[in-house]
């Protein structure tokens, strides 16, 4: 079974750095585009980052330039560098394998979640 | 506010049909890009429903489907259950913003 475990979620306090992983298993990871999505209490969700086999990479405006995504092909891990963490940056981190071709890909499937709190 | 606009809710009875609207622009649905819907339920990590504007995951029902037109795309939910209790999400890609983007979401109750 295709499985994504995210770690490393937290309560830090703001301009504090905190960095996340998302081990995959049951497909070939190194073949996927490897996406982050995250979800604020009680709101909706939002794309946070993407990087491809070749690790181009893709952030959305909120985090470019504060968050760095990563990826681990021989220990099939994706992981995400988040530093000078606002409280806007508050949620539920998901990470999620990327299907279909680029621009019209969708997120299949999600991991758990991991809960990250930015709070002084 | 997101780019793509949903109902904040609906809701219909056992057996019903209901439809979740969700409305883009020129940059993004109506550039041609996919719309694909992801159902979470209570407390869950979302789950893709529909994907490629129409097509639905092996061991989703098919009381779900999915539509697309213009800048618009719908999610029709028929027989409806008391388990399709969730939230909605529609999702596509923008090209102005250079960024993969959801619906603000739909909480689905069946009365």
């Known amino acids: 079974d295709v499985q994504l475990v995210e770690s490393g979620g937290g309560l830090v306090k703001p301009g504090e750095s905190l960095k996340l992983s998302c081990a995959a298993s049951g497909f070939f990871f190194t073949s996927y585009t490897m996406n982050w999505v995250r979800q604020a209490p009680g709101k909706g969700l939002e794309w946070v980052a993407s990087?491809?086999?070749?690790?181009?990479?893709f952030y959305a405006a909120s985090v470019r330039g504060r968050f760095t995504v990563s990826r681990d092909n021989a220990e099939s891990s994706l992981f995400l560098q988040m530093n000078s963490l606002r409280a806007e940056d508050t949620a539920v981190y998901y990470c999620?394998?990327?299907?279909?071709?680029?621009?019209?890909?969708?997120?299949?499937?999600w991991g758990q979640g991991t809960l990250v709190t930015v709070s002084s | 506010q997101s780019v793509l606009t949903q109902p904040p809710s609906v809701s219909g009875a056992p057996g019903q049909r209901v439809t979740i609207s969700c409305t883009g622009n020129s940059s993004n649905i109506g550039a041609g890009y996919d719309v694909h819907w992801y159902q979470q339920l209570p407390k869950t990590a979302p789950k893709v429903l529909i994907y490629g504007n129409i097509n639905r995951p092996s061991g989703v029902p098919d009381r779900f489907s999915g539509s697309k037109s213009g800048t618009s795309a719908s999610l029709a939910i028929t027989g409806l259950q008391v388990e399709d209790e969730a939230d909605y999400y529609c999702?596509?890609?923008?090209?102005?913003?250079?960024?993969?983007?959801f619906g603000g979401g739909t909480k689905l109750t069946v009365l």
């Open positions: 999702q596509s890609y923008d090209d102005s913003l250079s960024a993969w983007v």
């Open positions: 990087i491809t086999t070749g690790s181009n990479i």
């Open positions: 999620a394998r990327d299907k279909g071709g680029l621009r019209y890909n969708w997120f299949d499937p």
